[in-house]
Nanobody, 128 residues
Framework: QVQLVESGGGLVQTGGSLRLSCAAS????????MGWFRQAPGKEREFVAA????????YSAPSVKGRFTISRDNAKNTVYLQVNSLKPEDTAVYYC?????????????????????WGQGTQVTVSS
């Protein structure tokens, strides 16, 4: 059974930073791409960033490019999202996710339906 547990969220001021972590259990994540999504109140869940199984390829949504960085440590079975220069519109619950099947080394899925396993989320609140 695959489990994903996010941590690291919190309340920060505009311009602040956080490091979100996603610890996986139940599988060795080194064969699977990982992604981060977020959902603000009253809005649909949206893609934030994805990283390939090897970590060599990443892709970020235009709204966070240059401010958020996704990374992974396969030895620790953990994925990270470094979030910098935070804005009030970044306020949301942040979720990590992984796919059902393994993939090619460079694949970075961006759509909700491509992911099967999801964590419970961690709240990020940015005050103005």
């Amino acid at each position: 059974q695959v489990q994903l547990v996010e941590s690291g969220g919190g309340l920060v001021q505009t311009g602040g930073s956080l490091r979100l972590s996603c610890a996986a259990s139940g599988r060795d994540i080194s064969s699977y791409p990982m992604g981060w999504f977020r959902q603000a109140p009253g809005k649909e869940r949206e893609f934030v960033a994805a990283i390939s199984r090897s970590g060599a390829s990443t892709y970020s949504a235009p709204s966070v490019k240059g401010r958020f960085t996704i990374s992974r440590d396969n030895a620790k079975n953990t994925v990270y999202l470094q979030v910098n220069s935070l804005k009030p519109e970044d306020t949301a619950v942040y979720y990590c996710a992984t796919t059902r099947g393994s993939s090619t080394y460079s694949y970075t899925p961006t759509a909700n339906h491509e992911y099967t396993y999801w964590g419970q989320g961690t709240q990020v609140t940015v005050s103005s």
